[in-house]
């Protein structure tokens, strides 16, 4: 995927001219933050939250500097106008110089990541390293030991490396926020000690709305065998599941099936819940909207039933439930998120 231009300070180059000075020593040492957006079928996603995390990331490391939020989202905005993009990644890149008019914009964009869909079906495995961050908050340039960790995790053919403190409890990953499951509560780190992803603010917020209960504290290692699943999120990948921390599988033993039944109704009563929102908010897109979005709701309400028909009807051995559930749930997922595509077109005035 080739892209034609690039921004620096709001001003659109082409992209052969990125290129960055080798004697300054911001650039040297790192005296930077940044950020990863995401763009896909012509939509930006969470522009302000990313955009208010890249001021606040700079605020933390007193990296001085002259640009204001909703300034940024119009240069993206205009950025991806010129390169007529649909679907990509962004990067804003906010470095440092000695005096605020010397810090420099970059907001590049790149190919789009797409995890493998096996990660969604099967999980994921990960490994441990003991390793806090430096003003965790702060999204910067600093990144040598997370690059270093998580490259050895990938040789191992782990998906992330997870940091824990010095009491053993699991922080965050690399590249991703950690989150284990409970009966009906998601237990995650507090936002103090890791970088508060946007996904993982999402994350919470729904959950909340939806009768979650979300607590905010350590995760011990040697305890993860307690819990009842867990699952990494972040821009890139959303939501995907753990099945394997070092040696040890979460859950150990593989999901009963009565985990199997309160995961499917937790899981199909969240996902049913944004259906009938989105069937609610037909006054906020217009009378079509109800009209179009029928036949999708009536899938999602047809794989709502094959779901608990597979969890509660004991039917199946662990290992074939885990495998119809998946397949279930990703294209769940898939319908939901074509309502959610078709919703944002009908409310923007384009024609389906």
Partial sequence: MAFRYFSRNGILLPYSGAIVPLDNIAYQYGFGVYESLQIRKNVLYFAKQHVDRLIQSAKLIQLEHLFRPQEIVSYIEKLVDKNNIGNCNIKILLVGGKVASDSTLFILPLPPLFPYKKSYTHGVTTETVHYERFLPNAKTLNMFRSYIYFTDASKHRNYDVLFLDMRDNILEGSKTNFFAIQGNTLITAPKDKVLEGVTRQTLITI?????????????????????????????????????????????????????????????????????????????????????????????????????????????????????????HFVLMLEATDEVLDRALKIKSGEKL
């Fill in 207 to 327: 959950a909340k709305k939806k009768g979650f209960v979300v607590k905010e504290k350590g995760i011990p290692i040697k305890r993860l065998k307690n819990y009842d699943g867990a699952f990494l999120t972040s821009t890139s990948s959303k939501i995907i599941p753990v099945i394997q921390v070092n040696k040890s599988c979460i859950p150990p033993s593989g999901i009963g099936k009565e985990a199997y039944k309160k995961w499917c109704r937790d899981i199909t009563s969240s996902l049913a819940g944004e259906g009938k929102w989105a069937l609610r908010s037909s006054s906020i897109f217009g009378s079509e909207f109800n009209d179009n979005m029928n036949t999708l709701l009536g899938r999602i309400i047809n794989l709502n039933n094959s779901i608990k028909e597979i969890g509660e009807s004991g039917k199946y051995s662990d290992k074939q439930a885990q495998e119809l559930l998946s397949k």
